[in-house]
């Protein structure tokens, strides 16, 4: 039986829900930044305080009922016949939601990382000097988010098929020939080789826990930056901001959801598991409005503590996308022999990619 210690969701939820919560803590104590807002402040009358308290409710709802919706289509969607992941309509839609999250990384979350790790706020608030100032450190640290990730990837895999062909072979090795092991290993490894390749939805162990260790990271990557564009919507403090934001939102979670929903039914966790990570990405973004809401009378976007949390935490995050999409979702789809025999499907499947890369692309003009 495989060990799935570390297949659970649980050990990833406590990581993300610490990551959250460092915006909130640094920028709460950074609150006193001479550096001015974009948006130029204002004494709001109680008529514009329920106006931006409503719109911020209806961000809430909205933002929650999409990504119920998307991770649902691809999670429920398997117990229809023709949308199992089996099936070739499953590669169009995991086709347009790497498009998505290919765009998200690149599109919305590392431009805002360069943003903020380029303000001049934090020239301003002495930082010429310091590594921000001095060095590229968004596209360094994208660089090594990517990297850490790849080798969570292949530590875990090699870990777990080392494990799954030690328990294939005899627990005695003097009972057969030097020779004779060697054989058994070569021929193990040789079919599940040709098992792997045969098919991108296999559901031997190794695969299994190769999709639950992508849906894991990927959801890590997803809640990191959700949790900071909550937490920027709840504190705005402008109508006109705040109405394409709730629009765009809204599709960007439905898009996400809709990515990270496929993966989910690929890797077969338990009902529990499913509900854990289920619950986790639906209510990050809402929860970081929440919280956005509580400390909008004394968050500002543009202190340095601000900007230089936000700029990393997204660059690390779109690191982290960027690779899953690139090597975990679209290498292992579109260079399965399934797809690569099918020239109709290969060529609905990049449609579709395009698809998802220019409707979150189009999203980036308002969000």
């Given at each position: 039986?495989?060990?799935?210690?570390?297949?659970?969701?649980?050990?990833w939820?406590?990581?993300?829900?610490?990551?959250?919560?460092?915006?909130?803590l640094?920028?709460?104590?950074?609150?006193?930044?001479?550096?001015?807002?974009?948006?130029k402040?204002?004494?709001?009358?109680?008529?514009?305080?329920?106006?931006?308290?409503?719109?911020?409710?209806?961000?809430i709802s909205?933002?929650?009922?999409?990504?119920?919706?998307?991770?649902?289509?691809?999670?429920f969607?398997?117990?229809?016949?023709?949308?199992?992941?089996?099936?070739?309509?499953?590669?169009?839609?995991?086709?347009?939601?790497?498009?998505?999250?290919?765009?998200?990384?690149?599109?919305?979350?590392?431009?805002?990382?360069?943003?903020?790790?380029?303000?001049?706020?934090?020239?301003?608030?002495?930082?010429?000097?310091?590594?921000?100032?001095?060095?590229?450190?968004?596209?360094?640290?994208?660089?090594?988010?990517?990297?850490?990730?790849?080798?969570?990837?292949?530590?875990?895999?090699?870990?777990?098929?080392?494990?799954?062909?030690?328990?294939?072979?005899?627990?005695?090795?003097?009972?057969?020939?030097?020779?004779?092991?060697?054989?058994?290993?070569?021929?193990?490894?040789?079919?599940?080789?040709?098992?792997?390749?045969?098919?991108?939805?296999?559901?031997?162990?190794?695969?299994?826990?190769?999709?639950r260790?992508?849906?894991?990271?990927?959801?890590?990557?997803?809640?990191?930056?959700?949790?900071?564009?909550?937490?920027?919507?709840?504190?705005?403090?402008?109508?006109?901001?705040?109405?394409?934001?709730?629009?765009?939102?809204?599709?960007?979670?439905?898009?996400?959801?809709?990515?990270?929903?496929?993966?989910?039914?690929?890797?077969?966790?338990?009902?529990?598991?499913?509900?854990?990570?289920f619950?986790?990405?639906?209510?990050?973004?809402?929860?970081?409005?929440?919280?956005?809401?509580?400390?909008?009378?004394?968050?500002?976007?543009?202190?340095?503590?601000?900007?230089?949390?936000?700029?990393?935490?997204?660059?690390?995050?779109?690191?982290?996308?960027?690779?899953?999409?690139?090597?975990?979702?679209?290498?292992?789809?579109?260079?399965?022999?399934?797809?690569?025999?099918?020239?109709?499907?290969?060529?609905?499947?990049?449609?579709?990619?395009?698809?998802?890369?220019?409707?979150?692309?189009?999203?980036?003009?308002?969000?």
């Amino acid at each position: 039986m495989m060990n799935n210690k570390l297949t659970k969701p649980y050990s990833w939820l406590v990581i993300s829900l610490v990551l959250c919560m460092i915006p909130l803590l640094l920028v709460s104590a950074d609150q006193h930044c001479t550096c001015d807002s974009t948006e130029k402040p204002k004494n709001y009358n109680n008529g514009e305080t329920k106006a931006l308290t409503k719109y911020k409710l209806v961000a809430i709802s909205s933002i929650l009922a999409a990504c119920v919706v998307g991770l649902s289509i691809p999670i429920f969607g398997k117990r229809i016949p023709f949308l199992r992941p089996e099936n070739n309509i499953f590669f169009l839609i995991k086709g347009f939601a790497a498009g998505v999250i290919l765009a998200s990384g690149f599109v919305h979350i590392l431009p805002n990382a360069f943003d903020n790790l380029t303000s001049p706020c934090l020239e301003l608030g002495g930082g010429r000097g310091r590594p921000w100032g001095k060095f590229p450190l968004t596209g360094f640290v994208a660089m090594l988010s990517a990297i850490i990730t790849m080798m969570i990837d292949a530590f875990a895999n090699s870990y777990y098929k080392r494990l799954h062909l030690n328990k294939a072979l005899p627990l005695n090795e003097e009972d057969i020939g030097h020779e004779e092991l060697q054989g058994s290993v070569q021929q193990h490894q040789d079919l599940h080789a040709h098992h792997s390749h045969a098919s991108s939805f296999s559901d031997t162990p190794s695969d299994i826990l190769r999709h639950r260790i992508i849906s894991q990271v990927l959801e890590l990557g997803i809640v990191v930056h959700s949790v900071i564009i909550g937490i920027a919507l709840g504190a705005s403090k402008s109508t006109r901001t705040i109405k394409p934001l709730v629009a765009a939102l809204t599709f960007h979670q439905l898009f996400e959801g809709m990515g990270l929903g496929g993966c989910i039914a690929q890797a077969k966790f338990k009902s529990r598991a499913v509900a854990v990570m289920f619950l986790f990405f639906c209510l990050t973004t809402p929860i970081g409005i929440s919280i956005g809401i509580g400390i909008s009378k004394i968050y500002n976007e543009n202190s340095p503590t601000a900007l230089i949390v936000g700029g990393v935490l997204d660059s690390a995050s779109a690191g982290i996308l960027i690779y899953m999409a690139l090597v975990d979702i679209l290498a292992a789809d579109f260079m399965n022999p399934k797809m690569n025999g099918n020239l109709r499907l290969q060529l609905g499947a990049n449609l579709c990619l395009l698809m998802g890369t220019g409707c979150m692309s189009l999203l980036a003009k308002w969000a």
